[in-house]
């Protein structure tokens, strides 16, 4: 959308200096139309892209161990001084989100999972 918004500023322009679109411009955002009517069409709220959880805080706070939980690892005692070092990606399937959370009353829940990212501290 910004590439269409680009364009047509772009239009503008030209057709302030009396010069039209080149075709290149017209099949660029003809392509762009495309995909984008093509997208809107093949929606499907039963196949969603799993979530990103950037989880951020305080040094010492207990983000990696909540994390760990989740993921049934042990990062946060690898770390140095037990504290994350570095920013780190995980993909928490969705089997281990509901088997953690399972005393909670959830709806039917839908997503693949989380990718969560983990911070350090500041």
């Known amino acids: 959308r910004v590439a269409i918004t680009a364009g047509e500023e772009d239009d503008e322009e030209s057709e302030d200096s009396g010069s039209e ?3 290149d411009e017209l099949s660029a955002r003809e392509r762009i139309e495309a995909r984008k009517d093509r997208a809107d069409r093949t929606k499907d709220m039963d196949v969603l892209r799993a979530p990103i959880l950037c989880v951020l ?4 706070t ?6 760990d939980k989740l993921r049934r690892t042990n990062v946060q005692e690898g ?7 570095q920013i780190g990606a995980t ?3 969705i089997e281990n989100i509901i088997n ?3 005393h909670l009353t959830m709806p039917d829940i839908k997503i693949p999972g989380m990718l969560i990212i983990d911070t350090p501290g500041h």
Request: proline content about 4%; glycine content about 16%.
């Open 21 to 23: 679109s080149s075709d």
């Open 57 to 60: 805080g305080h040094v010492d």
């Open 62 to 67: 207990g983000k990696t161990t909540i994390l």
């Open 79 to 85: 770390e140095a001084g037990g504290i994350t070092q």
């Open 91 to 93: 993909n928490v399937p």
């Open 100 to 102: 953690e959370c399972s």
